[in-house]
Protein backbone atom coordinates (compact mmCIF):
# COMPACT_ATOMS: atom_id res chain seq x y z
CA UNK A 1 0.00 0.00 0.00
CA UNK A 2 1.36 3.80 -1.11
CA UNK A 3 1.83 5.53 2.18
CA UNK A 4 2.93 9.10 2.06
CA UNK A 5 6.10 10.17 4.52
CA UNK A 6 7.03 13.25 5.51
CA UNK A 7 10.91 13.94 4.45
CA UNK A 8 12.58 16.42 6.30
CA UNK A 9 16.41 14.97 5.97
CA UNK A 10 18.48 11.77 5.08
CA UNK A 11 18.66 9.53 8.02
CA UNK A 12 15.76 11.39 9.62
CA UNK A 13 12.71 8.82 11.49
CA UNK A 14 11.23 8.31 7.94
CA UNK A 15 13.82 6.07 6.78
CA UNK A 16 15.06 4.65 10.10
CA UNK A 17 11.09 3.07 10.37
CA UNK A 18 11.22 1.46 6.41
CA UNK A 19 14.39 -0.11 7.85
CA UNK A 20 12.75 -1.26 10.88
CA UNK A 21 10.57 -2.98 8.34
CA UNK A 22 13.47 -5.14 6.83
CA UNK A 23 15.22 -6.24 10.65
CA UNK A 24 16.46 -9.95 10.62
CA UNK A 25 15.78 -10.03 6.68
CA UNK A 26 17.90 -9.49 3.63
CA UNK A 27 17.61 -6.36 2.14
CA UNK A 28 14.24 -6.61 -0.18
CA UNK A 29 13.90 -4.28 -3.01
CA UNK A 30 11.13 -2.70 -1.20
CA UNK A 31 13.14 -1.82 1.35
CA UNK A 32 15.32 -0.18 -1.41
CA UNK A 33 12.70 1.33 -3.46
CA UNK A 34 11.45 3.64 -0.36
CA UNK A 35 15.62 4.21 0.33
CA UNK A 36 15.69 5.60 -3.01
CA UNK A 37 12.57 7.67 -2.90
CA UNK A 38 12.94 9.22 0.66
CA UNK A 39 17.31 9.40 0.92
CA UNK A 40 19.39 11.84 -0.86
CA UNK A 41 22.83 10.91 -0.20
CA UNK A 42 24.73 14.05 -0.79
CA UNK A 43 28.39 13.22 0.39
CA UNK A 44 31.06 13.54 -2.06
CA UNK A 45 32.05 10.15 -2.23
CA UNK A 46 29.21 8.37 -1.92
CA UNK A 47 29.32 4.81 -2.89
CA UNK A 48 28.21 4.01 -6.59
CA UNK A 49 24.66 3.00 -6.71
CA UNK A 50 24.13 -1.15 -7.62
CA UNK A 51 22.94 -2.10 -11.17
CA UNK A 52 19.39 -2.62 -9.51
CA UNK A 53 19.36 0.44 -7.78
CA UNK A 54 20.18 2.59 -10.73
CA UNK A 55 17.29 0.57 -13.07
CA UNK A 56 14.96 1.92 -10.03
CA UNK A 57 16.14 5.46 -10.09
CA UNK A 58 15.09 5.15 -13.67
CA UNK A 59 11.64 3.74 -13.11
CA UNK A 60 10.90 6.22 -10.51
CA UNK A 61 12.00 9.51 -12.87
CA UNK A 62 9.99 7.68 -15.70
CA UNK A 63 7.09 7.52 -13.71
CA UNK A 64 7.19 10.66 -12.56
CA UNK A 65 7.43 11.85 -15.85
CA UNK A 66 4.38 10.15 -17.22
CA UNK A 67 2.50 10.99 -14.27
CA UNK A 68 3.43 15.25 -14.97
CA UNK A 69 2.82 14.80 -18.54
CA UNK A 70 -0.74 13.11 -17.73
CA UNK A 71 -1.89 16.10 -15.85
CA UNK A 72 -0.84 18.38 -18.06
CA UNK A 73 -2.69 16.37 -21.13
CA UNK A 74 -5.91 16.08 -18.96
CA UNK A 75 -5.76 20.36 -18.55
CA UNK A 76 -5.09 20.62 -22.61
CA UNK A 77 -7.66 18.79 -23.16
CA UNK A 78 -9.98 20.73 -20.90
CA UNK A 79 -9.29 23.66 -22.24
CA UNK A 80 -9.58 22.24 -25.90
CA UNK A 81 -13.27 21.70 -24.92
CA UNK A 82 -14.44 24.79 -23.66
CA UNK A 83 -12.62 26.95 -25.82
CA UNK A 84 -12.17 25.40 -29.11
CA UNK A 85 -15.82 24.53 -28.93
CA UNK A 86 -17.38 23.69 -32.68
CA UNK A 87 -21.06 24.45 -33.31
CA UNK A 88 -23.05 21.14 -33.53
CA UNK A 89 -20.57 18.71 -33.29
CA UNK A 90 -21.27 15.73 -32.47
CA UNK A 91 -19.94 15.88 -28.52
CA UNK A 92 -20.39 19.19 -27.55
CA UNK A 93 -20.86 20.74 -24.41
CA UNK A 94 -24.12 22.00 -23.86
CA UNK A 95 -25.43 25.35 -22.61
CA UNK A 96 -25.72 24.86 -19.23
CA UNK A 97 -22.19 23.67 -19.55
CA UNK A 98 -20.67 26.73 -20.75
CA UNK A 99 -22.58 29.26 -18.87
CA UNK A 100 -21.93 26.87 -15.54
CA UNK A 101 -18.54 28.27 -15.81
CA UNK A 102 -20.02 31.75 -14.93
CA UNK A 103 -18.78 35.01 -16.48
CA UNK A 104 -20.56 34.60 -19.89
CA UNK A 105 -21.09 37.28 -22.46
CA UNK A 106 -24.44 36.59 -23.88
CA UNK A 107 -26.24 37.16 -27.57
CA UNK A 108 -29.46 36.66 -28.50
CA UNK A 109 -31.15 35.97 -31.94
CA UNK A 110 -34.65 35.81 -31.63
CA UNK A 111 -35.62 35.76 -35.30
CA UNK A 112 -35.58 32.63 -37.52
CA UNK A 113 -32.41 33.68 -39.59
CA UNK A 114 -29.50 31.10 -39.31
CA UNK A 115 -26.97 33.43 -41.16
CA UNK A 116 -25.93 36.47 -38.94
CA UNK A 117 -25.53 39.76 -40.76
CA UNK A 118 -21.49 41.40 -40.40
CA UNK A 119 -22.80 43.78 -37.52
CA UNK A 120 -23.84 40.77 -35.45
CA UNK A 121 -21.09 39.36 -36.50
CA UNK A 122 -18.83 42.44 -35.64
CA UNK A 123 -20.51 42.42 -32.03
CA UNK A 124 -19.96 39.02 -31.24
CA UNK A 125 -15.94 39.30 -32.48
CA UNK A 126 -15.29 42.36 -30.91
CA UNK A 127 -16.03 41.03 -27.49
CA UNK A 128 -14.26 37.33 -28.29
CA UNK A 129 -11.66 39.72 -28.61
CA UNK A 130 -12.61 42.22 -25.70
CA UNK A 131 -13.04 39.51 -23.34
CA UNK A 132 -10.64 36.47 -24.47
CA UNK A 133 -10.74 34.59 -21.01
CA UNK A 134 -14.66 34.56 -21.21
CA UNK A 135 -17.58 32.56 -22.85
CA UNK A 136 -19.10 34.32 -25.48
CA UNK A 137 -22.48 32.64 -26.52
CA UNK A 138 -24.70 33.45 -29.37
CA UNK A 139 -28.27 31.94 -28.62
CA UNK A 140 -30.02 31.59 -32.32
CA UNK A 141 -33.91 31.23 -32.49
CA UNK A 142 -33.82 29.58 -36.10
CA UNK A 143 -31.21 26.54 -35.08
CA UNK A 144 -31.95 23.38 -33.47
CA UNK A 145 -30.07 20.65 -32.42
CA UNK A 146 -30.96 19.10 -35.37
CA UNK A 147 -29.15 21.74 -37.87
CA UNK A 148 -25.64 20.14 -38.81
CA UNK A 149 -23.16 22.94 -38.85
CA UNK A 150 -19.08 22.81 -38.75
CA UNK A 151 -16.39 24.70 -40.31
CA UNK A 152 -17.43 23.93 -43.73
CA UNK A 153 -21.15 25.43 -43.46
CA UNK A 154 -22.19 27.78 -46.37
CA UNK A 155 -23.01 29.91 -43.80
CA UNK A 156 -19.88 32.10 -43.63
CA UNK A 157 -20.70 33.99 -40.12
CA UNK A 158 -20.41 30.35 -38.36
CA UNK A 159 -17.02 29.85 -39.89
CA UNK A 160 -15.97 32.72 -38.94
CA UNK A 161 -17.52 32.58 -35.34
CA UNK A 162 -16.28 29.58 -34.67
CA UNK A 163 -12.60 29.64 -35.31
CA UNK A 164 -12.61 32.08 -32.35
CA UNK A 165 -11.95 29.55 -29.66
CA UNK A 166 -14.27 30.90 -26.59
CA UNK A 167 -17.28 31.43 -28.83
CA UNK A 168 -20.24 29.70 -28.37
CA UNK A 169 -23.08 29.17 -31.16
CA UNK A 170 -26.60 27.58 -29.19
CA UNK A 171 -29.81 26.99 -30.02
CA UNK A 172 -32.37 29.31 -28.48
CA UNK A 173 -34.61 27.29 -26.30
CA UNK A 174 -37.37 29.34 -24.69
CA UNK A 175 -39.33 26.54 -22.90
CA UNK A 176 -36.11 25.53 -21.35
CA UNK A 177 -34.90 29.09 -20.43
CA UNK A 178 -38.12 29.98 -18.59
CA UNK A 179 -37.96 27.02 -16.57
CA UNK A 180 -38.02 27.73 -12.84
CA UNK A 181 -38.74 31.54 -13.38
CA UNK A 182 -41.99 33.77 -13.37
CA UNK A 183 -42.03 33.73 -17.04
CA UNK A 184 -42.86 30.75 -17.78
CA UNK A 185 -46.32 31.00 -16.63
CA UNK A 186 -46.73 33.69 -19.22
CA UNK A 187 -44.88 32.10 -22.19
CA UNK A 188 -47.32 29.42 -21.72
CA UNK A 189 -49.94 31.11 -22.50
CA UNK A 190 -48.56 33.91 -24.69
CA UNK A 191 -49.87 33.54 -28.25
CA UNK A 192 -46.50 34.44 -30.30
CA UNK A 193 -48.42 34.96 -34.05
CA UNK A 194 -50.61 37.34 -32.21
CA UNK A 195 -48.14 39.25 -30.33
CA UNK A 196 -47.38 42.91 -32.15
CA UNK A 197 -43.27 42.76 -31.14
CA UNK A 198 -43.30 38.81 -30.48
CA UNK A 199 -39.19 39.52 -31.70
CA UNK A 200 -38.06 42.07 -29.26
CA UNK A 201 -40.49 40.88 -26.39
CA UNK A 202 -39.17 37.24 -26.52
CA UNK A 203 -35.74 38.60 -26.27
CA UNK A 204 -36.39 41.23 -23.54
CA UNK A 205 -37.66 38.19 -21.22
CA UNK A 206 -34.80 35.79 -22.45
CA UNK A 207 -31.94 38.43 -21.84
CA UNK A 208 -33.57 38.26 -17.88
CA UNK A 209 -34.35 34.50 -17.72
CA UNK A 210 -30.36 33.98 -18.53
CA UNK A 211 -28.89 36.63 -16.59
CA UNK A 212 -30.85 35.65 -13.80
CA UNK A 213 -29.84 31.79 -13.74
CA UNK A 214 -26.45 32.32 -14.59
CA UNK A 215 -25.19 35.62 -14.52
CA UNK A 216 -22.58 37.65 -16.60
CA UNK A 217 -22.89 40.29 -19.06
CA UNK A 218 -26.06 40.33 -22.11
CA UNK A 219 -24.77 42.70 -24.46
CA UNK A 220 -27.40 43.39 -27.94
CA UNK A 221 -26.10 42.06 -31.48
CA UNK A 222 -25.45 45.82 -32.21
CA UNK A 223 -23.02 46.61 -29.50
CA UNK A 224 -19.27 46.76 -30.60
CA UNK A 225 -16.74 45.83 -27.18
CA UNK A 226 -14.11 48.11 -27.25
CA UNK A 227 -13.01 47.77 -23.86
CA UNK A 228 -13.76 45.67 -20.56
CA UNK A 229 -16.58 46.40 -18.38
CA UNK A 230 -15.29 46.62 -15.15
CA UNK A 231 -18.65 46.82 -12.91
CA UNK A 232 -19.95 43.40 -11.92
CA UNK A 233 -23.71 44.80 -11.21
CA UNK A 234 -24.59 47.59 -13.05
CA UNK A 235 -27.16 48.90 -15.66
CA UNK A 236 -26.55 51.28 -18.74
CA UNK A 237 -27.87 54.87 -18.90
CA UNK A 238 -29.30 55.79 -21.79
CA UNK A 239 -29.83 59.06 -20.78
CA UNK A 240 -30.26 60.79 -17.07
CA UNK A 241 -33.14 59.10 -15.85
CA UNK A 242 -33.48 56.32 -18.03
CA UNK A 243 -32.28 52.63 -18.32
CA UNK A 244 -31.69 50.88 -21.47
CA UNK A 245 -31.83 47.11 -21.16
CA UNK A 246 -29.27 46.84 -24.65
CA UNK A 247 -26.52 46.04 -21.97
CA UNK A 248 -26.29 44.87 -18.53
CA UNK A 249 -24.74 42.78 -15.97
CA UNK A 250 -25.95 40.41 -12.96
CA UNK A 251 -24.18 37.65 -10.59
CA UNK A 252 -26.22 34.82 -10.69
CA UNK A 253 -29.36 34.90 -8.50
CA UNK A 254 -29.82 38.63 -8.55
CA UNK A 255 -32.98 39.93 -6.50
CA UNK A 256 -33.26 42.88 -9.13
CA UNK A 257 -33.73 40.60 -12.03
CA UNK A 258 -35.60 38.42 -10.41
CA UNK A 259 -37.95 41.76 -9.63
CA UNK A 260 -37.91 42.59 -13.16
CA UNK A 261 -39.51 39.48 -14.25
CA UNK A 262 -42.20 39.54 -11.97
CA UNK A 263 -42.67 43.03 -13.22
CA UNK A 264 -42.54 41.69 -16.51
CA UNK A 265 -45.68 39.72 -16.30
CA UNK A 266 -47.43 41.40 -13.94
CA UNK A 267 -47.29 44.70 -16.01
CA UNK A 268 -46.83 42.29 -19.73
CA UNK A 269 -48.17 44.71 -22.59
CA UNK A 270 -46.13 43.60 -25.96
CA UNK A 271 -48.14 46.71 -27.87
CA UNK A 272 -46.23 48.85 -26.23
CA UNK A 273 -42.60 48.67 -27.57
CA UNK A 274 -39.83 48.68 -24.87
CA UNK A 275 -42.80 47.63 -22.03
CA UNK A 276 -40.83 44.89 -21.09
CA UNK A 277 -37.56 46.55 -22.09
CA UNK A 278 -35.82 49.45 -21.35
CA UNK A 279 -39.32 51.26 -20.05
CA UNK A 280 -39.03 47.99 -17.37
CA UNK A 281 -35.77 48.66 -16.25
CA UNK A 282 -36.26 52.14 -15.70
CA UNK A 283 -39.71 51.37 -13.53
CA UNK A 284 -37.72 48.85 -11.54
CA UNK A 285 -34.55 51.21 -10.92
CA UNK A 286 -36.67 53.80 -9.53
CA UNK A 287 -38.39 51.51 -7.25
CA UNK A 288 -34.56 51.49 -5.60
CA UNK A 289 -33.33 54.84 -6.30
CA UNK A 290 -34.29 58.67 -7.17
CA UNK A 291 -32.46 58.74 -10.24
CA UNK A 292 -30.77 62.35 -11.03
CA UNK A 293 -29.02 63.87 -13.74
CA UNK A 294 -25.68 63.15 -15.43
CA UNK A 295 -23.02 65.33 -14.29
CA UNK A 296 -20.11 65.13 -16.55
CA UNK A 297 -18.78 61.39 -16.95
CA UNK A 298 -19.41 60.29 -13.57
CA UNK A 299 -21.49 57.22 -13.09
CA UNK A 300 -24.60 56.82 -10.48
CA UNK A 301 -24.95 54.02 -7.79
CA UNK A 302 -27.71 52.78 -5.83
CA UNK A 303 -28.37 49.28 -3.52
CA UNK A 304 -24.67 48.45 -4.67
CA UNK A 305 -25.76 48.71 -8.57
CA UNK A 306 -24.15 50.90 -10.57
CA UNK A 307 -25.84 53.08 -13.25
CA UNK A 308 -23.32 53.83 -15.86
CA UNK A 309 -23.35 57.46 -17.24
CA UNK A 310 -24.51 57.26 -21.12
CA UNK A 311 -21.24 57.64 -22.32
CA UNK A 312 -20.42 54.06 -21.20
CA UNK A 313 -22.37 52.63 -24.05
CA UNK A 314 -24.26 55.19 -26.01
CA UNK A 315 -21.89 58.53 -26.45
CA UNK A 316 -23.57 59.11 -29.95
CA UNK A 317 -27.39 58.97 -28.71
CA UNK A 318 -30.46 57.40 -30.53
CA UNK A 319 -31.38 60.48 -32.74
CA UNK A 320 -27.76 61.30 -33.97
CA UNK A 321 -27.31 57.10 -34.90
CA UNK A 322 -27.27 57.83 -38.67
CA UNK A 323 -23.68 59.78 -37.69
CA UNK A 324 -21.92 55.88 -36.96
CA UNK A 325 -22.69 55.60 -40.88
CA UNK A 326 -21.04 58.81 -42.36
CA UNK A 327 -17.62 59.82 -42.87
CA UNK A 328 -16.16 61.92 -39.58
CA UNK A 329 -13.10 64.97 -40.20
CA UNK A 330 -11.75 63.41 -36.80
CA UNK A 331 -12.85 60.50 -35.37
CA UNK A 332 -14.12 60.55 -31.69
CA UNK A 333 -11.76 58.62 -29.27
CA UNK A 334 -14.69 57.22 -27.29
CA UNK A 335 -12.27 57.29 -24.26
CA UNK A 336 -14.87 56.88 -21.57
CA UNK A 337 -16.68 54.31 -23.00
CA UNK A 338 -16.84 50.43 -22.53
CA UNK A 339 -18.94 49.52 -25.66
CA UNK A 340 -21.28 51.62 -28.39
CA UNK A 341 -24.27 50.90 -29.51
CA UNK A 342 -25.05 51.08 -33.16
CA UNK A 343 -28.81 51.30 -32.77
CA UNK A 344 -29.78 49.15 -35.15
CA UNK A 345 -33.09 48.98 -34.37
CA UNK A 346 -32.94 52.73 -35.62
CA UNK A 347 -31.82 51.79 -39.02
CA UNK A 348 -34.88 51.12 -40.92
CA UNK A 349 -32.63 52.17 -44.05
CA UNK A 350 -30.73 49.43 -43.68
CA UNK A 351 -27.23 51.33 -43.81
CA UNK A 352 -24.37 49.07 -43.91
CA UNK A 353 -21.12 49.25 -44.19
CA UNK A 354 -19.00 49.43 -46.80
CA UNK A 355 -15.57 48.72 -47.20
CA UNK A 356 -13.58 51.80 -48.48
CA UNK A 357 -16.24 54.19 -47.45
CA UNK A 358 -14.55 55.42 -44.58
CA UNK A 359 -16.94 55.70 -42.37
CA UNK A 360 -17.02 55.76 -38.12
CA UNK A 361 -18.60 52.17 -38.69
CA UNK A 362 -16.19 51.21 -41.31
CA UNK A 363 -13.15 52.36 -38.71
CA UNK A 364 -14.66 50.59 -35.83
CA UNK A 365 -15.12 47.14 -38.02
CA UNK A 366 -11.26 47.50 -38.98
CA UNK A 367 -10.17 48.01 -35.45
CA UNK A 368 -12.35 45.85 -33.30
CA UNK A 369 -13.73 43.29 -35.47
CA UNK A 370 -10.97 42.65 -38.00
CA UNK A 371 -12.03 39.02 -39.08
CA UNK A 372 -15.52 40.50 -39.80
CA UNK A 373 -14.27 43.24 -41.60
CA UNK A 374 -12.19 40.77 -44.18
CA UNK A 375 -14.79 39.01 -44.42
CA UNK A 376 -16.45 41.94 -45.86
CA UNK A 377 -14.12 42.84 -48.10
CA UNK A 378 -14.06 39.47 -49.61
CA UNK A 379 -17.52 39.58 -50.10
CA UNK A 380 -17.47 42.74 -51.57
CA UNK A 381 -14.95 41.09 -54.13
CA UNK A 382 -16.50 38.57 -55.05
CA UNK A 383 -20.29 40.55 -55.99
CA UNK A 384 -17.99 42.60 -58.45
CA UNK A 385 -16.22 39.91 -59.87
CA UNK A 386 -17.51 39.40 -63.84
CA UNK A 387 -19.93 36.49 -64.41
CA UNK A 388 -19.79 34.23 -67.42
CA UNK A 389 -22.19 36.22 -69.86
CA UNK A 390 -19.94 39.11 -68.87
Aim: with cysteine; glycine share 4%.
Amino acid sequence: MLQTVWVSSPGSWASQESNSHCQGKKRCWKCRFVRTIIQHPCRRHAPKRSRKERMLRKIQICLCFCFVSGILYEISLLSSCVFSYLPMAQHYLTPEQVLNLGKSIIFLETTERLEPPPLVSCSVESAARIYQDRPIILFMRGLTNETALDMNTSYAAFSLLSSMKNVFLFPLQMETVFQETPLLQWYNQVVPEQEKNWVHVSSDASRLALIWKYGGIYMDTDVISIRPIPQRSFLAAQKSRFSSNGIFGFPARHKFIWDCMENFVLKYNGNIWGNQGPFLMTRMLKTLCNLTDFQGTEDHSCQNISFLNPQRFYPIPYPAWSRYYQVWDKSPSFNHSYALHLWNFMNRNRKVVVAGSNTLAEKLYKTYCPSTYEDLIQNAKHRNLPGPED
